[in-house]
């Protein structure tokens, strides 16, 4: 069984405010939306349940984005800190083994 935290939002309380970025708050129909579109998308890419998606960034709704998405599509989300030396990172990309790094 999935957790779909912005399935179910949207389902119970599509207008509230979920998520403030770049400005603006996002409601959980917003945040659904995009996890939705952002799933079918990775599906398309032929990504799929169990397979990890790494996501190379500092603060962005991104993290959210795939967070999210995740739930919807079974894969696991990655979050690598740019923050980390190089050789950090690349020691951890191959432990995790992702699928797709998205940066």
């Known amino acids: 069984m999935r957790f779909d ?3 179910w939002g949207a389902e119970l309380t ?3 405010s979920a ?4 400005g603006r708050w996002l409601s959980y129909r917003d945040v659904n939306a995009r996890a939705i579109c952002l799933a079918n998308h990775l599906h398309g890419m ?3 349940f169990g397979e990890r998606v ?3 960034a500092d603060n962005h709704l991104a993290h959210f984005d795939l967070f999210f998405a995740a739930a919807k599509l079974g894969f696991i989300f990655v979050p690598f800190d740019p ?3 190089v050789a950090a990172l690349r020691d ?3 432990v ?3 699928s797709l790094v998205i940066s």
């Open 5 to 7: 935290l912005a399935g």
């Open 14 to 16: 599509p207008e509230r």
């Open 19 to 22: 998520i403030w970025a770049n």
């Open 46 to 48: 032929g990504l799929g």
């Open 54 to 56: 790494g996501l190379l």
């Open 83 to 85: 923050q980390h030396p």
């Open 92 to 94: 951890a990309a191959r």
């Open 96 to 98: 995790v083994a992702p």
